[in-house]
């Protein structure tokens, strides 16, 4: 079983809809991470928590919100997608500085 | 504040060739450093991780990257590419200390050629 487990992998939906993107880690994690990679941007940090009552906005925060529902869980919402929030989403964790962090497989959004 | 540049966001080398990609950061302070790859439709794995120790970094693959002080760099090599080398390759950067915040370059898309 995957580390970082990202639902749903893939999806679709239209421009005002609400959206949540879902993180699940069983790697005992404090960190936890999301990004988004656009083509020829690498990936721009959303949003990081470092524990359960611990949220930081990271630098691309506007038109997203998250919430750390336990330790283990980090869901990212779009309130009302727009069409440039189209990306691939990565949800990732850490446990410090000189430590790697480890990656989900993505979440692929299209907003049409 | 750190930033990351990576020097080609398209890479082609034939198989057996020496791969080279090319990393410079800026950083303030002393910075830790990573090479990360994705491969198609997966998230990113991590490669190798400079942390202060040797300067010369072994990863897996058969890759490793030198951090290099007087230059800011921390380039990336593998003496023979194989075909399996195929993948985009993302180096980043994160403080010495305080908030483990990874800054990502643009990535460089290395492909293999027969």
């Known amino acids: 079983d995957a580390d970082v487990t990202q639902t749903p992998r893939n999806r679709i939906t239209k421009t005002g809809k609400r959206i949540m993107l879902e993180c699940s880690q069983t790697?005992?994690?404090?960190?936890m991470y999301w990004y988004r990679q656009d083509p020829g941007l690498g990936l721009r940090l959303i949003y990081y928590s470092f524990d359960v009552k611990d949220i930081n906005k990271g630098e691309i925060s506007d038109g997203y919100s998250v919430s750390r529902q336990a330790q283990a869980k980090f869901s990212l919402s779009l309130e009302s997608a727009i069409p440039n929030q189209t990306a691939l989403y990565f949800c990732a964790t850490g446990t410090g500085s000189n430590q790697p962090q480890h990656f989900g497989d993505g979440t692929r959004l299209s907003i049409l | 504040a750190q930033s990351v540049t990576q020097l080609g966001s398209h890479v082609s080398v034939s198989e057996g060739a020496l791969v080279l990609l090319r990393c410079n950061y800026s950083s303030s302070v002393p910075p830790y450093l990573f090479w990360y790859v994705q491969y198609p439709n997966q998230g990113l794995q991590l490669l190798l991780k400079y942390t202060s120790a040797a300067t010369l970094v072994k990863g897996i693959n058969g890759f490793e990257a030198e951090f290099k002080k007087s230059e800011t760099s921390f380039h990336l090599t593998k003496p023979s590419a194989h075909m399996s080398d195929a993948a985009e390759y993302f180096c980043a950067v994160s403080k010495f200390q305080g908030a483990q915040k990874l800054v990502f370059g643009q990535g460089t898309r290395l492909t293999i050629n027969p």
């Open positions: 790697k005992g994690h404090d960190r």
